[in-house]
Structure formats: C-alpha cells, structure tokens
C-alpha cells in the first residue's frame, strides 16, 4: 500500500501528495474534497479514467492510488469543474455479508495475541472466515494468521490506525453486528414465471483490489430473490468479452453466455469451510462450469469457489469468485432450493442468451 499524505497548504487548500508517485499531487478546498472526485490522466493529459469515491477515507484513497503504479499524474476535481465525460467508476472496498445474530456472544476479557482463550478464540477464528478475512485452522490459538485477520478486520471497519490487533468489546461487537451498510439493490426484470437460474452481471464499482465488482443473483420462478457480490479475473485484467473473443489462460473474467451449473464438491464433506481445501486460491468447495451458448469458446475449467486467496493475491483465473463464506453459504442455499442449472452471464455486450 502507498502512503498518501494529505496537508494544508500555504493558500489555504488542502494538498494530497502521494510521495512514492512522481507528480501525484493535488488539492481541494477541503480534505473531502482533496479526497474525491478524482480523475487519473496519462503524460498527454488524456483522461484515462473517472473514478469518483464513495467516501473520503485517507486509506481507501491510498488504495486506489496504489492500483495505477504507472500513473504520471492523478488530477482531483474541484467544486464547479467540468469533468470529462466518459463512464464513471465508483471505488468501494468489498461488500461484506454479515451474518445477523439474535444472541451474539459475549466477551469477558481482551483477546490480543499469545493470550489463552481457546473458547473465544475458536468462537472469533469461526466467525472470521464468514466475513473473508481467515483461512487457518479453528484452533484456539491466537497466532500469527489470526493476529493478522483481526488487523485487517480493524482497518476495514476502523482504518488502518486503530488496527492494533486487540479485540476488545468496540470490535468484537462489529464482528457479530451488521458493521457496513447495505449495498443498493438494483432493478431486476423478471423472467419467465417456470424459470430458475442465476444472472452475473457487473457493476460500475471497483473495489479496493482493483476488481470490478460483479453481483451473481439468483431467481425463483422468474422472479429475483437475493443476490451476491463477486469477482472474476486478476486486477490489470478486467476486460469484460464475448465467448469467442476471450482467449484459453488470458487470465480475464469468464465469457458472456449460458453455462451450465455443475454439483458443489467438497473438498472436505458437505458444508465444510473450515476443513481440507482443494488447492491454496479454491477453497473448500467449488462448483464447475461448462460453457454452452453462443457459439464457442476456448475458455475451460471454468468454476465457481471462494476467493480463497484473496489477501495475497486477490481475484480469479477466470472463475467466478465468492468474497466470503457468507455469501457462498447463501448460494448454497440457492442451489439446494430449486437446483438452478444455468448461469447467464451478461455483460452488456449483446451476446447473453434470455432465460
């Protein structure tokens, strides 16, 4: 992550600087606005990108700065400027789905590192997992890999100066409460009314990997009953194509078209998230897809899992990626419901058979 320093300047702006980018500075009239709005234009003055942010939190603006090494200069607009038209990215950090609980466990002492509390350890080592931030073992021990979970749990919901790796009761009652607000659900049209299937679609938010942000949404008889955030391809590859233009081992996310839905595999018995993994960027489960329609494509085991590997190397080869266990336990429950066979992947390119 780059440090981007933020400071008042002799003639009463604010000034963002980020030191590690030569000519990456700016400045507002206030620290909101030294934080927003802001435009990434290539050494012609071309603009390249549009990015407004969603709030203006110093750590996610060093999250998106950080994702265009290459950039010569980033320009952030000031209030009443004409900005360039074009397609506008919002930048947000990853939804998180979090489980709601009508009797959430109760803590009695400060959990840090080394301490013994197995019991509340294991319960916090299981519930971290939902909420995508821990791989390891539910063992009791306050380690490295959960020392390290709960620091990035803290500066997800408190920023990155307060992630001290303590859970105290501030955090631990973020940790069994819905922390971060709902994501707008948009429109759906209805489908036809003997119809089950799953719809992945992308948005024009991109969160603080560098991933647009996709949402997979599942539909009953036609009609739409809930939805998930997803991801599919590495960052530097986001190019959203047809089936018989997108290449074998490109690395992008998955074609549009109709695929069909394999059977969860486990790796480690049904329901297991917290047992064997298939291999390190799968996780405990996974689900294969088989393109069908139209036409053909060289893209192959093609799958939907967890974004297991997220933290070191966040995104996909091409699969479909779930952020969290959460959100793949709601698409368990989707498949167990009606059995939905087909995926229509739709990216707005014309090619995405109807339902």
């Known amino acids: 992550m780059r440090q981007v320093v933020i400071y008042p300047g002799e003639d009463g702006y604010w000034v963002a600087e980020c030191p590690s980018l030569l000519g990456c500075i700016s400045q507002g009239k206030t620290r909101q606005e030294a934080v927003t709005n802001i435009k990434e234009a290539d050494e012609d003055d071309q603009v390249v990108?549009?990015?407004s942010m969603a709030n203006n939190d110093i750590d996610h603006l060093s999250d998106l700065v950080s994702q265009h090494p290459k950039a010569s200069r980033f320009e952030i607009a000031e209030p009443g400027t004409p900005i360039p038209a074009g397609e506008r990215i919002e930048f947000a950090v990853r939804d998180r789905l979090i489980p709601k609980y009508t009797n959430p466990p109760?803590?009695?002492?400060?959990?840090?590192?080394?301490?013994?509390?197995?019991?509340?350890i294991k319960v916090m080592q299981?519930?971290?997992?939902?909420?995508?931030?821990?791989?390891?073992?539910?063992d009791g021990n306050f380690g490295r890999g959960t020392d390290g979970a709960v620091k990035d749990f803290q500066a997800r919901v408190f920023g990155i100066a307060e992630a001290d790796g303590k859970v105290g009761p501030r955090t631990w009652k973020s940790?069994?409460?819905?922390?971060f607000p709902d994501t707008p659900v948009p429109q759906h049209p209805e489908g036809p009314a003997d119809k089950n299937y799953l719809r992945l679609t992308k948005t024009n938010r991109r969160d603080e990997r560098g991933l647009i942000v996709l949402e997979l949404a599942y539909f009953k008889n036609g009609k739409f009953q809930g939805s998930i955030p997803a991801c599919s391809g590495i960052r530097g590859k986001q190019h959203f194509r047809k089936g018989k233009d997108n290449r074998s081992k490109s690395m992008e996310p998955l074609p549009e078209g109709r695929w069909y839905v394999g059977d969860m595999l486990w790796a480690d018995g049904k329901d297991n998230y917290t047992g064997h993994i298939w291999k390190r960027g799968l996780g405990p489960v996974k689900i294969y897809l088989d393109y069908k329609q139209p036409g053909t494509t060289q893209r192959t085991f093609i799958e939907i899992h967890l974004d297991w590997n997220r933290k070191h190397s966040p995104?996909?080869?091409?699969?479909?990626?779930?952020?969290t266990v959460v959100g793949f336990k709601k698409l368990a429950t989707w498949l167990r419901d009606t059995d939905p066979r087909d995926l229509f992947v739709d990216w707005g390119l014309g090619t995405c058979p109807d339902p």
Do not use: M, W
């Open 175 to 179: 940790l069994f409460s819905k922390a």
């Open 106 to 120: 109760s803590l009695n002492r400060i959990l840090k590192k080394g301490c013994e509390d197995g019991e509340g």
């Open 49 to 51: 990108e549009i990015v």
């Open 315 to 323: 995104g996909t080869a091409g699969c479909v990626g779930i952020h």
């Open 126 to 138: 299981l519930q971290l997992p939902d909420l995508g931030y821990y791989s390891g073992p539910i």
